[in-house]
């Protein structure tokens, strides 16, 4: 059932159990209840009735002591009383109460002496909401329905957790982990209302999503074969036409500005060519187990000496003790890299201090590499791990084809993990990334 019938349906039938529990309690309980107080002094009330007129009778003819007794047992009682003749008209005294002129119940009596009716008496007797608990049954009558009402929605709030609340956050949860390079199972739900058709509209989209990647992937492969046949020709050509010794300098400085452009293309044809390559092994590379702080220490061996020479410094920290990751070494290394070699291009600075940080926190290595060069501005960090995006006034020069940052992020979500930028305390630019822990079974 859809949810636009199912949700008023809900309602509708908790408002029917609401009020059909309702008039059941009402029913057995409340009136019920008042019935059997209203029996009880009734009973009670014939008891009293029945000993005052005896007493009437044994006080009989004495006026003065009937008047007595009479004013004593409307003042206990808070009844009113009239005293009347035999003849049930000509009355003889009257005991008023202070309770006159509310609700009451009149009620007359035969007082009989010796065999024969010597008096009537008139009870009025007021009515009183204490005496068949009226209150109490409205008081306990009002805390049931909230009870009642609390319990229905409670049941209702942990049926539309189940209904509403829980598939979307299972569907919000799968938002965040998708990924192009790493394609998980398929989100598929039995239900048949709109949650069901929007997490089968979400497997449909995470579909063509992964559908639009291999085609991208597969047109820059395809653009880079095309153009490299005619491009390897270009050059050719253009070597051999430095080898002649009949052109001017001017000439000359022409054909080596289009070699060097012609070499610039090629690089970049080299970067889409590995992207692209990258990308298809990616689907099919075989993961080990590896200890991360021996890793670690390697790469950082490895970019000291490197960094050295290029006048740049690195400074390393590591928090590691024995976590073990699963991944593919060379990729991982790939990354490394691709991320170092970032800073060092773009950082517009002929000196950097590059900060390398390695941790563990909450079942992941994180590694985090901040440098102290010109920085990008916060609003262009979103972007700098989207394929051909590159920041040209804010880092340096401009140059690269904006797969460096690309490729990382698609070597670590193969690895289950996550890579973000941020601005570094430094100036610079940060890059941190993270990998699941495996831990020993």
């Known amino acids: 059932m859809k949810l636009e019938w199912k949700i008023p349906f809900l309602f509708f039938l908790l408002a029917f159990v609401l009020f059909f529990i309702s ?20 009973q009670a009330h014939r008891e009293s009735e029945a000993q005052m007129t005896d007493q009437v009778a044994r006080l009989h003819p004495d006026m003065e002591r009937i008047h007595s007794y009479l004013q004593r047992r409307a003042g206990r009682e808070q009844l009113s009383l009239t005293l009347f003749k035999a003849d049930g008209v000509t009355p003889l005294l009257r005991v008023p109460s202070a309770q006159d002129g509310k609700t009451s ?8 002496s010796q065999g024969k009716t010597v008096y009537f008496i008139q009870v009025i007797r007021p009515f009183r909401e204490e005496e068949i608990g009226l209150k109490e049954a409205l008081t306990d009558t009002f ?56 997490y089968r509209r979400f497997g449909e989209m995470e579909e063509r999503l992964h559908h639009a990647h291999r085609e991208q992937v597969d047109m820059v492969a395809a653009i880079t074969h095309d153009l490299k046949t005619p491009l390897t020709s270009i050059r050719g050509f253009l070597e051999l036409l430095l080898t002649r010794h009949d052109m001017s300098a001017e000439e000359k400085e022409y054909l080596q500005l289009i070699r060097k452009k012609a070499d610039q293309m090629n690089q970049l044809l080299n970067s889409f060519s590995g992207y692209t390559q990258n990308e298809m092994l990616l689907k099919d590379v075989e993961l080990s187990l590896i200890p991360v702080a021996p ?73 985090r590499l901040e440098d102290d060069g010109k920085g990008v501005p916060k609003e262009n960090l979103p972007e ?16 690269g084809s904006g797969l460096g940052l690309a490729t990382c992020r ?12 941020f601005s570094s ?13 495996v831990h020993p079974s």
Request: glycine share 8%.
């Open 105 to 112: 119940e009149e009620r007359w009596f035969p007082v009989r």
């Open 384 to 399: 700098l791990f989207q394929r051909f995006y590159t920041v040209d006034p804010s880092r340096g020069s401009g140059k």
């Open 410 to 421: 698609s070597i670590i979500q193969r690895h289950g993990g996550e890579i973000s930028a």
């Open 425 to 437: 305390s430094r100036g610079g630019l940060g890059i941190t990334f993270s990998l699941p822990v």
């Open 295 to 367: 890793l670690f220490r390697s790469v950082v061996e490895e970019y000291e000496a490197e960094l050295s020479g290029l006048g740049h410094r690195l400074v390393c920290r590591h928090h590691l003790g024995q976590e073990q990751v699963r991944i593919h070494e060379g990729m991982l290394r790939r990354v490394f890299a691709n991320i170092v070699s970032n800073s060092v291009r773009h950082g517009g600075r002929a000196r950097l201090t590059l900060t390398w940080t390695a941790f563990y926190e909450e079942g992941r290595v994180c590694f």
């Open 23 to 42: 008039v059941f309690y009402l029913r057995v309980e409340v009136i019920e209840r008042i019935w059997e107080r209203v029996s009880d002094r009734q």
């Open 143 to 198: 805390g049931f329905l909230m009870m009642l009402l609390s319990g229905l929605i409670l049941l209702l709030a942990l049926y539309f957790n189940t209904l509403i609340t829980r598939p979307l956050a299972r569907l919000n949860q799968r938002l965040d982990q998708v990924n192009l390079e790493n394609p998980m199972t398929p989100l598929t739900s039995e239900r048949r209302d709109e949650i069901g058709d929007l």
